[in-house]
T-cell receptor, first 111, second 111 residues
Framework: KQEVTQIPAALSVPEGENLVLNCSFT??????LQWFRQDPGKGLTSLLL?????REQTSGRLNASLDKSSGRSTLYIAASQPGDSATYLC??????????FGGGTRLMVKP | DAGVTQSPTHLIKTRGQQVTLRCSPK?????VSWYQQALGQGPQFIFQ???????QRGNFPDRFSGHQFPNYSSELNVNALLLGDSALYLC??????????FGPGTRLTVL
């Protein structure tokens, strides 16, 4: 059974800092990995999708890496802004196109 | 393109009642998945529909059932509601093993 863990569970940083969110998964047989953003009480916004054959993806200030063999992914956020405050969720896509989510990292960026 | 839409936005029911939630997928997507997200946790996979059939199912009781229509829209039905069914219900659409897009969710409160 796939298990996904995200560390840290919560993070508070001053504006402008670069930060790294971590995601680990137990079964390396995945099709892809997605990072999502969730604002309080809202749905999920897809940030980045990394296919299993890829090592990283970049979008603006966001960079996500994938090491499938070790079961790890990181989301790097450069020059953090207060608007980046949200919960960030990592999800791996396995057999049956089913997503397994981690518990999320709650990020607070202070002005 | 309106993206993934869900209705209603909020719903309040009492224990023992039945509820139906609705989802319209993103244009061009043929697969719809449903997830339950309890407060402070990552979403949990309920089931997935493709070509009007349930293709995958997570660890949820038979009280949770669904349907997919020929236009790919989908319904989630929950019978005999329990207090523990209170959660944010999320619908995601995709095309095969590609990026999954989520709707805004339906907040269900069971009293």
């Amino acid at each position: 059974k796939q298990e996904v863990t995200q560390i840290p569970a919560a993070l508070s940083v001053p504006e402008g800092e670069n930060l790294v969110l971590n995601c680990s998964f137990t079964d390396s047989a995945i099709y892809n990995l997605q990072w999502f953003r969730q604002d309080p009480g809202k749905g999920l916004t897809s940030l980045l999708l990394i296919q299993s054959s890829q090592r990283e993806q970049t979008s603006g200030r966001l960079n996500a890496s994938l090491d499938k063999s070790s079961g790890r992914s990181t989301l790097y956020i450069a020059a953090s802004q207060p608007g980046d405050s949200a919960t960030y969720l990592c999800a791996v896509c396995g057999a049956g196109n089913m997503l397994t989510f981690g518990g999320g990292t709650r990020l607070m960026v202070k002005p | 393109d309106a993206g993934v839409t869900q209705s209603p936005t909020h719903l309040i029911k009492t224990r023992g009642q039945q509820v139906t939630l609705r989802c319209s997928p993103k244009s061009g997507h043929d697969t719809v998945s449903w997830y339950q997200q309890a407060l402070g946790q990552g979403p949990q996979f309920i089931f997935q529909y493709y070509e009007e059939e349930e293709r995958q199912r997570g660890n949820f009781p038979d009280r949770f059932s669904g349907h997919q229509f020929p236009n790919y829209s989908s319904e989630l039905n929950v019978n005999a509601l329990l207090l523990g069914d209170s959660a944010l219900y999320l619908c995601a659409s995709s095309s095969s093993y590609n990026e999954q897009f989520f709707g805004p969710g339906t907040r269900l409160t069971v009293l």
